[in-house]
């Protein structure tokens, strides 16, 4: 066990500790929240499932069923009025910059959650710790990092976890993904994949690509594209983790 604030002995520790764990938090978005909860394209064995819903509940206090209406009312009213968040209506400086707020205006709505949200875990671990005290997940992880990283650093280090998903999912994935980059599709949405090579968000990247085909597990579509989240599903499948539901041929 690293010794007290032992990792910000060196200015790349908490560096590469902060893109590791988001990474990991991306990852945890992509194959747990949306492709499994609100697509159903894939299902992972609770081995895989626990450890990712307990990632979510340390690095983002993310309650699943919120997360899962709001982005299924997304996919219904895409850049359309209804839609929680899209640049066209709101603005693209908007999205970017407050999209975390546009989230929990949405998930506010009244019915919202049992019309977009049904079908989520209901078991002890989701009533009893992930929804009931959600905040207590990023309280453990504050302590977490300043035990790693000491008092002045360790805080630092978790205020950048604790932007990582509201920047990059909530701002530059909703407001760039439906604002600039290529289309493989002529979706009746303004969906747009950021990069062919999806990695950095897990997959999401490739965002015009999911939305012209929603439930598959795999975000790719064309020969030149990569998406790491399809990689990790058929490494768990390979072991037996991961059953794949839908993926596009």
Known sequence: MPDFAS????????????????HVTNVCVTLFLHRSQTHRGVTFSKVVEIPMRIWLWLSTSIVTKEWVACHRKHHAFADREG??????????????????????????QPEILE??????????LERYVLERVNW???????????????????????????????????GILNGVGHA????NFDVK???RNISPIAIWLGGEELHNNHHADP????FKAKWYEFDIGWAYIRLFQLFGL????YARS
């Open 189 to 191: 949405d303004e969906s």
């Open 136 to 170: 207590l997940g990023i309280v453990v992880m504050l302590g977490v990092d300043i035990y790693l990283f000491g008092f002045f650093v360790g805080p630092l280090v978790w205020a950048a976890q604790m932007l990582w998903i509201p920047f990059w999912a909530a």
């Open 180 to 183: 600039l980059g290529y289309r």
């Open 242 to 245: 991961a059953k794949v539901k």
């Open 215 to 218: 439930h598959s597990a795999k």
């Open 115 to 124: 019309k977009y949200g049904k079908g989520t875990p209901n078991d002890w």
């Open 7 to 22: 990792w910000a002995s060196a200015w790349w520790k908490p560096v590469l500790f902060l893109i590791v764990a988001g």
């Open 83 to 108: 839609d929680p968040h899209s640049p066209l209506i709101e603005g693209l400086r908007n999205i970017m910059v407050k999209g975390a707020l546009y989230y929990r205006k949405a998930v506010r």
